[in-house]
């Protein structure tokens, strides 16, 4: 049995009805402080509820006095809520009865037959004898309904899907799959600690959906809190609102209280409200944008640098606080960012924040609790992350991967830790925290999890789901192109597979996503490419310019996006264009992460080009990974050389980019000397010294 941790008022009747339901055995899942669907502007929930395949329904109230009302109200309530689900009902009732009960922690309490009391000495025979097993596919629309995901199914009807094998039959399948959440995701969802709470998945993994059914539960448990959800991605602010909003109708037929719960941008700006721009406001003082303070700052270091300007500012006197503040994306937050949040949230510091460090787009790795939260008087982390039994987890790791091929997610990952980068020999990063590997869903086949050994990894077959290798091959799902000798080859070539995946795959043309990696070249280069698919009838955008900045996707136009703009979303067929761009250079682990991140937007089939050199390294990469049969097979690095990686492959200041700039004109310059045979031995013997040095002290 799974127990998820929701809010309870008793927390001595939750735990010792726990302790009896342990030792039955059931399989299923209790979910404490369950909210049912608002009746009449009334708020209910049930205390705690058993959804069990060999028990059934169960409800338990913790209610003492006037069982019989209490009992006859919650039944009611309960029938209200499922009723509103189609696949619960049978003709005029409904598919599944459900049976309450009070639960009490001293002697029964005589009543009515027709009611039920259990407590210690009786729930075991009393379950047994009220038991009412449910089959299997009436059980995965009961969890379904009652995780209140429904709402998260797509409403595209496909019509136009007449071939079964197209890959818009495949991706209406995919979309058809019953969506429960499995048993990290519940605790994620529904599982409020007092303090830090941190949510660690792979991309694809649900940390989106699993926020904002957190905000939805807590703005319907805690109508009276303030509540703040926040994000890097502009465009993921839409998203959230109508994530949110559909999930909070699952309890009550009114959209949220904007004033309650707010939906802000970690930063803002003039006319959108961020984290960093109220607090700004609040403060009477004006919030700076993102081109000053690149001027001032760098855009290193712009977000973190403007952040610095206000923490100080902060003070006792300081009212507008949130009562609970979840973050997205948090790899792409500065560390002092945290320091705000913790700031202006109430005791005690209720504080959710989700991440894939591999989603990276600004810095190499997340920053440390002690950089995040500070240290205490003896200069220990302020916050620990620790799991303790019978409370809600305070670290969550989401293992399974419902997005991405386990082939796609393979080769994201080869790609974006070098590990196959010129022969095996090269990699660009890697995690500090080994047991990382299997938390994210890899075993070992082979060879050891330890600095320093050689260990083969493969993703693990209940980290994917079964659909996956029911629809596709890996030939099928990812695609490197063999490299391009031109852009005009390349952008024809993506252009006539976009046409063909339209007229003859049976996709949407909104179905596609189309990525440039150089954020600063995107807009150039999909005006070159738009005319391509405009040769061929087909509309495009350019997600956040020729659409409205909070707009990401259009019916019936396909996708265009830059890195930054496509990351928080996904489409069926994702383009990777001009991934020579990630190959090489300096800044490697951020141009890796990017490689990766675009992949990940895949939700079904991934295709990636480039031209030159670049590609050709970036597709012998993907064959190893490929000759490897998709599995990731490294020595790895001791504790000293990860650092060493992230020393040569970390992002440059502006400083060291205008050195670096120098330097590479200054090497140009010897290299054509050389030819000529200007450059004596002397003077070469002065740059193997050079390099001597550099290597030594790396």
Not at 321 to 333: G, N, P, V
Request: glycine fraction near 6%.
């Amino acid at each position: 049995m799974d127990i998820v941790r929701g809010s309870t008022k008793n927390p001595v009747a939750s735990n010792e009805l726990i302790d009896n339901l342990q030792k039955l055995d059931i399989v299923g899942t209790l979910y404490l402080g369950y909210p049912l669907l608002a009746q009449d502007d009334v708020k209910t929930s049930i205390d705690a509820l058993l959804v069990s395949r060999n028990y059934g329904l169960i409800a338990f109230s913790f209610e003492t006095e006037n069982i019989q009302d209490d009992q006859d109200e919650l039944y009611y309530k309960l029938e209200f809520t499922l009723r509103k689900y189609g696949n619960l009902r049978q003709g005029r009732r409904l598919a599944v009865n459900p049976i309450v009960v009070n639960y009490v922690t001293n002697s029964p309490i005589e009543v009515n037959d027709d009611y039920l009391v259990f407590g210690n000495d009786n729930i075991s025979e009393e379950l047994a004898k009220n038991a009412i097993s449910i089959e299997d596919n009436l059980y995965s629309y009961l969890v379904e309904s009652l995780q209140k995901i429904a709402s998260m199914k797509p409403k595209k009807k496909r019509k136009n899907v007449r071939n079964l094998n197209s890959l818009g039959s495949k991706i209406k399948k995919i979309e058809k799959e019953v969506a429960n959440l499995d048993e990290w995701q519940k605790k994620a969802a529904f599982e409020i600690p007092e303090g830090i709470q941190r949510i660690r998945g792979l991309a694809g993994s649900g940390k989106t959906v699993v926020l904002a059914l957190k905000a939805a539960y807590l703005h319907f448990q805690n109508p009276e809190w303030d509540i703040a959800v926040t994000f890097y991605t502009r465009s993921l602010g839409q998203q959230f609102k109508e994530m949110i909003n559909n999930f909070y109708r699952e309890y009550s037929d009114e959209d949220i209280d904007e004033d309650k719960l707010h939906i802000l941008h970690s930063w803002g700006a003039t006319y959108e409200e961020g984290i960093y721009s109220k607090v700004c406001s609040n403060l009477n003082i004006t919030p700076m944008n993102y081109q000053n303070a690149q001027v001032r700052y760098g855009r290193k270091d712009a977000f973190s640098g403007i952040v610095n300007e206000v923490l100080p500012l902060i003070n006792k006197s300081y009212e507008d606080k949130y009562d609970i503040i979840l973050i997205d994306e948090a790899q792409d937050m500065p560390a002092n960012f945290f320091q705000l949040c913790y700031k202006i949230t109430r005791s005690p510091k209720r504080i959710v924040y989700a991440y894939d460090e591999l989603q990276n787009l600004n810095e190499e790795q997340m920053p440390t609790l002690r950089e995040m939260f500070g240290t205490n008087v003896f200069g220990q982390a302020e916050i620990e992350l620790i799991n303790e039994d019978n409370k809600p987890r305070k670290d969550i790791v989401l293992p399974i991967c419902y997005r991405n091929t386990k082939w796609a997610l393979t080769a994201a990952h080869a790609l974006g830790f070098g590990i196959y980068r010129n022969g095996g020999e090269d990699l660009v990063q890697f995690f500090n925290d080994l047991s990382l590997w299997k938390d994210i869903g890899y075993k070992i086949t082979d060879g050891e999890l330890q600095n320093g050994c050689r260990v083969i990894l493969e993703r693990a077959s209940e980290a994917s789901p079964n659909y996956f290798d029911e629809l596709m091959s890996p030939e099928e799902a990812v695609i490197f192109q063999p490299a391009f000798n031109s852009k005009v080859d390349q952008y024809n070539w993506v252009a006539e597979s976009i046409r063909k995946n339209i007229e003859e795959d049976e996709l949407d043309a909104d179905d596609i996503l189309v990525i440039f990696p150089d954020a600063l070249t995107s807009k150039s280069e999909y005006t070159e490419f738009r005319q391509h698919l405009l040769r061929r009838n087909i509309s495009s955008n350019l997600a956040g310019v020729t659409t409205s900045r909070d707009v990401f996707r259009s019916d019936n136009y396909v996708t265009c996006s830059s890195i930054y703009r496509a990351k928080g979303n996904e489409a069926p067929m994702v383009y990777v264009i001009n991934a020579d761009y990630c190959a090489e250079g300096s800044e490697l682990i951020k141009l890796r992460n990017i490689l990766f991140t675009a992949i990940t937007r895949s939700r079904g089939w991934v295709r990636v080009s480039g031209v030159g050199l670049g590609m050709e390294k970036i597709e012998q990469e993907f064959t190893m990974c490929v000759s490897k049969e998709f599995k990731l097979d490294f020595h790895i690095p001791t504790a000293e050389q990860i650092q060493h990686l992230r020393k040569v492959h970390r992002e440059l200041s502006a400083e060291e980019k205008r050195l670096n700039l120098k330097a590479n004109k200054a090497i140009e310059e010897l290299q054509e000397l050389d030819t000529m045979g200007a450059i004596d031995e002397g003077l070469l013997l002065k740059l193997k010294d050079i390099i001597s040095r550099s290597d030594n002290n790396d």
